[in-house]
T-cell receptor, first 110, second 116 residues
Framework: DAKTTQPNSMESNEEEPVHLPCNHS???????IHWYRQLPSQGPEYVIH???SNVNNRMASLAIAEDRKSSTLILHRATLRDAAVYYC???????????FGPGTSLSVIP | DAGVIQSPRHEVTEMGQEVTLRCKPI?????LFWYRQTMMRGLELLIY????????DSGMPEDRFSAKMPNASFSTLKIQPSEPRDSAVYFC??????????????FGPGTRLTVL
């Protein structure tokens, strides 16, 4: 499985933008980049995914480097409810499963 | 839709006892996944099913663990006999067939298992 590398933890001030980085230098051409997050005492929830182009949805934006070796999840205005562990995952097109790494623990400071 | 439903939400049992965790996936979803989460090992995939058939059980830790999916709306994860090291939060997730190849997964609230 292609691996991802994320910082263990990050801090952000409330109402500020947050950029969560992810390195995936061994990504293959058929790997999708998925992001999930896990709020305290809850199951993970899907945030966003992309292949080559930048993506936006109601939760976040995903910026993918041109060489696809890295990506950044962008929360445009962090709220206290965004404090969670964020997982960056590579999912092969032909595989059904995803493998979770340790993720980045995001703290939001009021 | 109620989302993925898991029961019980909390289970406390004694070593050696049989434990059964239950999951009801979202209606219409044809993939079902069982995960285990601990502080030491993070979130681990144990087994997953497609159309009620087990596809990959390579994450099941040992023979004490078994999982079944008798129909499209119900799955169980059984531990017999249970041991203290099985204490963890167990999550069930499902995904929809029409979302391939993205297959985003929808997780249940989890079952917190404590084996004394």
């Amino acid at each position: 499985d292609a691996k991802t590398t994320q910082p263990n933890s990050m801090e952000s001030n409330e109402e500020e933008p947050v950029h969560l980085p992810c390195n995936h230098s061994t990504i293959s051409g058929t790997d999708y980049i998925h992001w999930y997050r896990q709020l305290p005492s809850q199951g993970p929830e899907y945030v966003i995914h992309g292949l080559t182009s930048n993506v936006n949805n109601r939760m976040a934006s995903l910026a993918i480097a041109e060489d696809r070796k890295s990506s950044t999840l962008i929360l445009h205005r962090a709220t206290l409810r965004d404090a969670a562990v964020y997982y960056c995952i590579l999912k092969e097109t032909s595989y059904d499963k995803v493998i979770f790494g340790p993720g980045t623990s995001l703290s939001v400071i009021p | 839709d109620a989302g993925v439903i898991q029961s019980p939400r909390h289970e406390v049992t004694e070593m050696g006892q049989e434990v059964t965790l239950r999951c009801k996936p979202i209606s219409g979803h044809d993939y079902l996944f069982w995960y285990r989460q601990t502080m030491m090992r993070g979130l681990e995939l144990l087994i997953y099913f497609n159309n009620n058939v087990p596809i990959d059980d390579s994450g099941m830790p040992e023979d004490r663990f078994s999982a079944k999916m008798p129909n499209a709306s119900f799955s169980t994860l059984k531990i017999q006999p249970s041991e203290p090291r099985d204490s963890a939060v167990y999550f069930c997730a499902s995904s929809a067939p029409d979302r391939a190849p993205y297959n985003e997964q929808f997780f249940g609230p989890g079952t917190r298992l404590t084996v004394l």
